[in-house]
């Protein structure tokens, strides 16, 4: 009987045995075309600057950084999510490992490269000031006194409000607001002077709102990049190859072509 017994269990965990292995088997191929195999890439945005990011009417984020990021992430075989979040967030979430690369058309700067790493440029950009049409201000020259806004923690806001040399207007009052949109809401409603930002977003809010002009000298010339931990120099590394890729056959810029025309 005890033989009889052993005999039977042998049986049983040999028929276990082979119907796990087959359900392995099943569940990886299955895995393999759900995609769950590959790498996610976590994209960190703020999604209210368009044209490289924002809502369009399906609520989904687009524009240029999210195009380009996400052509990256198809070349590398990569499946790309987006988070949305404050622009002056986005560097300590790449920090932190929450995301792997901030795309906010966000500019090198120094500060910034003392805690992460930027690829290489992939396209270069301009701060402009926004005004009323028949503001006083007619150049940065003029800033001096007044009340200026800023997306926080964007270029605009660092330059602003610095020290004199590093671009501060004599006593200019500097109003931070979370995105460019709010800002400039607030120039409309005469709570502020002038709102100093990108010329792209700039362009579309102006459009957006009547009674707002661009001035015609830029303020500050700058390069946008993408942000990566300074411990993951992997991808630092096939992200800039797939930028050089991408810059060679000119599919880069029909990504920036579709958002931007050229003047």
């Not at 502020?192 to 830029?218: H, M, R, S, T």
Request: hydrophobic share 40%.
């Amino acid at each position: 009987m005890k033989k009889f017994f052993a005999l039977l269990m042998a049986v049983m965990m040999l028929t276990v045995a082979l119907t796990g292995c087959g359900a392995g088997n099943t569940d990886t191929t299955d895995a393999s075309e759900n995609g769950a195999d590959t790498k996610v890439i976590t994209v960190a945005t703020n999604a209210y600057f368009p044209p490289y990011e924002f809502y369009d009417d399906n609520n989904e984020i687009v524009g240029i950084d999210m195009e380009i990021m996400q052509l990256i992430c198809n070349k590398l075989g990569y499946e790309m999510k987006i988070e949305d979040m404050e622009f002056d967030t986005i560097i300590a979430a790449v920090q932190s490992g929450k995301a792997q690369v901030g795309a906010a058309g966000m500019t090198v700067t120094e500060d910034r490269l003392l805690e992460v790493n930027f690829s290489d440029t992939y396209t270069t950009a301009k701060q402009v000031i926004i005004v009323p049409e028949d503001s006083a201000i007619k150049s940065a020259d003029d800033l001096t006194d007044k009340k200026i806004g800023v997306q926080l923690g964007t270029t605009g806001d660092i330059y602003i409000s610095g020290d004199v040399e590093d671009g501060l207007y004599g006593n200019a009052t500097v109003e931070q607001y979370q995105n460019g949109i709010t800002a400039v809401q607030a120039l409309s409603q005469g709570k502020i002077d002038a709102v100093i930002i990108d010329n792209e977003p700039a362009k579309v809010f102006v459009e957006q709102n009547e009674g707002l002009k661009i001035l015609e000298a830029e303020y500050i010339e700058e390069e946008y990049a993408f942000a990566i931990a300074k411990d993951n120099t992997e991808l630092l590394d096939e992200i800039n190859a797939t930028l050089a890729d991408i810059t060679a056959s000119g599919e880069l810029q029909a990504i920036v072509d579709k958002y931007i025309t050229a003047e």
